[in-house]
């Protein structure tokens, strides 16, 4: 079993930056496929970002990409997401997951086996 925490959320200006960790426990994440999502309220949880498990391959939505860098730390076990010049749209509760050791990165949630609890982030205009 793998156990994912996220930090470093909090109630920011539009134009600020943030950046979210996800330590994970149980179990070494080297070779787990990992993402973030975020959920906004009245809306699905939706695909953010998402890295390979060598960490050569990232996607970004659209809605994202340019401003917000997915990376990892093996060596941590820990997951990172640097969020810059953030929107009042970018306001939601965000979600860090990991798929099956060895899998392929996707953007789907369903694909992924573990999940934190989740941080919430507040972008204010």
């Known amino acids: 079993q793998v156990q994912l925490v996220e930090s470093g959320g909090g109630l920011v200006q539009a134009g600020d930056s943030l950046r979210l960790s996800c330590a994970a426990s149980?179990?070494?994440?080297?070779?787990?496929?990992m993402a973030w999502f975020r959920q906004a309220p009245g809306k699905e949880r939706e695909s953010v970002a998402t890295i390979s498990w060598s960490g050569g391959s990232t996607y970004y939505a659209d809605s994202v990409k340019g401003r917000f860098t997915i990376s990892r730390d093996n060596a941590k076990n820990t997951v990172y997401l640097q969020m810059n010049s953030l929107k009042p749209e970018d306001t939601a509760v965000y979600y860090c997951a990991a798929r099956g050791a060895f899998g392929s990165s996707s953007a789907a949630l369903a694909d992924y086996d573990y999940w934190g609890q989740g941080t919430q982030v507040t972008v204010s205009s």
């Open positions: 149980g179990r070494t994440i080297s070779f787990y496929p």
